[in-house]
């Protein structure tokens, strides 16, 4: 297997997600930095990406109303229910 390196857009989307988790080591890191300086579609997907997951981390602070928690814990054991043999 050889060792990844970012010479293409889909290279450097393939690992968007492990960057914006600070999962990269060094070389790749910096080879992603390198490429979303000078692409403007990786550098805007990149960013889309970000602003995506701050959302979704600050939705997990809003408190659930109890009717819905309920529902989905129905749901989730309706679900273990049916794949119990």
Known sequence: MRPISI??????????AEHLDHELN???????NAHLESCLS?????????ELKARIRDLGAEPVDHGVADRVQALLQSFADTATP
């Open 7 to 16: 010479t293409s857009c889909e290279e450097a989307i393939r690992v968007l």
């Open 26 to 32: 060094g070389r790749l890191e910096a080879e992603l």
């Open 42 to 50: 990786c550098c805007s997907r990149a960013e889309f990406e970000r």
